[in-house]
């Protein structure tokens, strides 16, 4: 008996296994959600340098550099530089044992590298016990990692990366091409109709108060979930998000004395709306029109 044949026999089993996983791929998400950003500044910075000052950028390649991607430098404690090791890396355990502080020199932990590994491990769970043993299921859970890693991202630097966001969509298109989600005319359309729609949004908002109302990444965010799950599912996921990010946005004046023009990431908030259609947008949909008919 194969591994798929154990998981179809024992359900428990392939439960409690996809939710191991979650959890370590959390901890890996971290590193993404924290490097990535950087790896991108990094990234501009020597365009902006190699376009600025070719001379200098010259000689810099010449030296030798520092390797920083998502696999080196090794993790470490930011306070004292102690590197993480593998005993100190088990996800939620490791800070529950070490009581959130670094094992070195007792600075503390940040209580969002749990949240994170917690968080997609109960995603993965989650979508997993809804599409069962299927290579759907595999691929959902692949669609909601990603949108795990652009949540944070973007609520951290109010950025989506296009190292993210792009590959997204292609696959989102490619994974539809055998129908697995949606019809490939639904997804293509999906992502089309995405995109443009926030693109009009967003130049009409310019046009009409010579601001920018929010950034290209949503777009391609837009565009990634159109691809994914169909354009039926594109007006409810614009809805559910403007709605949770205004009530957010209400609430951050209110508590947290945010001023009115303050930046407010949109990313988040189509991230779950994403993850809310995936898992129950046809039912929701069937529920909102059922309401119209007598």
Known sequence: MDLIDAFRANAWFYLSSVTVLGLLVGSFLNVVIHRLPRMMEIDWKQQCLEYLHPEQAEKDAAKPRERYNLVVPRSACPSCGHKITAIENIPIASYLVLGGKCRACKAPIGIRYPIVEALTGVLTLVVAWKFGVTS??????????????????????????????????????????????????????????????????????????????????????????GAWLGWEMLGQVILLSAAVGAVVGVIGIILKGRERGAKIPFGPYLAAAGVIALMGGAEINRWYWALGRP
């Open 136 to 225: 759907q299921a595999a691929l959902a859970i692949l669609f909601v990692w990603a949108l795990i890693a652009l949540t944070f991202i973007d609520a951290d630097t109010t950025l989506l990366p296009d190292d993210i966001t792009l590959p997204l969509m292609w696959l989102g298109l490619i994974v539809n091409a055998f129908g697995l989600f949606v019809p490939l005319t639904s997804a293509l359309f999906g992502a089309v109709v995405g995109y443009l729609s926030l693109w009009t949004v967003y130049w009409g908002f310019k046009l009409a108060t010579g601001k920018e109302g929010m950034g290209f990444g949503d777009f391609k965010l837009l565009a990634a979930i």
